[in-house]
């Protein structure tokens, strides 16, 4: 095995050489470990421990786009998208480039980013995206993956090489005062069947648009984990930008308002009977599309008690992911998280609605913005073969900074 890491002098801590490292050999041992508690008491991570924190802590900003740009628009055009991996990679970008509701886009608040991952065919997504595009960016790492993913992913050729996931700002014009805020995990990332160090984070920058500075957060909240934990989330993320300097803000991501808890299989379980319970339709289309309304209510509530708006910033009512009891892949990544026995119940459930149940997990929110025309939920994103290019929708709005 190898005994060599990567050492910290004369590293741009700006740079993608921030994230080099010779962990990957260790990865076999490491997965061993059935806990994160059980993983930092080894022998093995206080060794690789410095590497690690060096990795999980930094942010990479690079600038490719233009020096100077004319500015057509009097409002600034804003999208988040939820890449899942970046791994239809050809067909983002062609779509960044071209779709009518993406291509001016002056801002990006992507989420699910590879870094060195087989599944995404080893790119920085990150990284590439900016530099086909032309847009500054900045990234920021929040898991180190110790496998090459979960559900078919386990299955995809090759190997990993960076082994990293995270999430990133994008944008035409100068991105300063970079940094990010840890979150606290929802479960522990050493259990279950897709094992990983590190927690979400959220990236926070200032855009120095010509219509005027902004402070722009990507956030991507956790799946696994029940919804007084991604209030927990969404409350540091707010308590931190509290400590700033007053500023226009625009929130936007995946905040998994799934309206489960997912902690774990069998509190899945007890909420899908619930809604059961409810009745299916109800709950099909007066809850997962209005998270807001009930499950998640605590955390759009908080956004409101500190002076965020979220209902004109969305196309309410409208899902960003969608299930259907027809796709393989979909079914096998469940598979990993969800008994065996449950399938022939949701089946029965989500045949009850058509075989087809949508959701809304992602969002934007704001202060000091006035929203322009409505904000959309852009579907059906798909590469020259039909496939889709994520599993998200992605959202947009534009908007100006509020005077006064």
């Keep these: 095995m190898s005994s060599r890491l990567v050492s910290e002098k004369n590293l741009d801590f700006r740079s993608p050489k921030i994230l080099d490292h010779d962990l990957n050999p260790y990865f076999p041992e490491l997965l061993r470990f059935n806990s994160t508690k059980e993983l930092e008491r080894s022998e093995i991570f206080q060794r690789i421990k410095p590497t690690v924190e060096r990795i999980l802590n930094a942010i990479v900003q690079e600038n490719f786009a233009e020096d100077e740009k004319h500015n057509a628009k009097d409002f600034i055009s804003a999208v988040a998208w939820n890449l899942e991996r970046g791994a239809a990679f050809e067909g983002i970008v062609q779509a960044l480039r071209t779709h009518e509701d993406l291509k001016e886009a002056d ?139 007053e500023m226009p803000t625009l929130i936007g991501g995946d905040w ?76 096998t990544n469940l598979r990993d998280w969800v008994p065996s026995w449950c399938f022939p119940f949701i089946f029965w459930a989500a045949g009850k609605v058509g075989g087809k149940v949508s959701a809304r997990l992602d969002w934007f929110a704001g202060k000091g913005i006035e929203i322009v025309g409505k904000p959309k939920t852009i579907s059906d994103l798909k590469d020259s073969k039909g496939v889709p290019l994520s599993d998200h929708d992605a959202i947009a709005l534009d908007f100006r900074i509020s005077k006064g």
């Design 107 to 245: 801002l990006l608040l992507l989420t699910e980013l590879d870094y060195g991952m087989a599944r995404s065919q080893n790119r920085f997504v990150a990284r590439e995206l900016a530099k086909q595009l032309r847009l500054n960016y900045a990234f920021a790492p929040v898991y180190i993956a110790l496998q090459k993913g979960s559900g078919v992913e386990k299955f995809v050729e090759g190997e990993n090489t960076k082994s990293i996931h995270g999430l990133g700002i994008f944008s035409k014009y100068p991105i300063k005062n970079v940094h990010a805020i840890p979150l606290p995990n929802g479960k522990d990332k050493m259990k279950g069947a897709e094992k990983r160090i590190g927690h979400l984070r959220a990236l926070i920058a200032e855009i120095e648009h010509p219509l005027g500075k902004f402070r722009a957060v990507t956030t991507h909240l956790d799946a696994h984990c029940s919804r007084k934990h991604r209030h927990l989330q969404m409350k540091i993320i707010l308590d931190h930008l509290q400590t700033l300097s």
């Design 256 to 331: 998994n308002t799934t309206t489960f808890n997912s902690q774990n299989a069998f509190r899945a379980i007890l909420g899908y009977w619930r809604r059961v319970f409810m009745g299916i339709r109800n709950v099909a289309e007066n809850h997962f599309p209005h998270p807001d309304r009930y499950f998640e209510r605590d955390l759009f509530a908080e956004l409101e008690r500190r002076g965020y708006e979220y209902k004109k910033f969305n196309q309410l009512g409208v899902g960003t992911l969608h299930y259907d009891i027809r796709s393989i892949e979909k079914n």
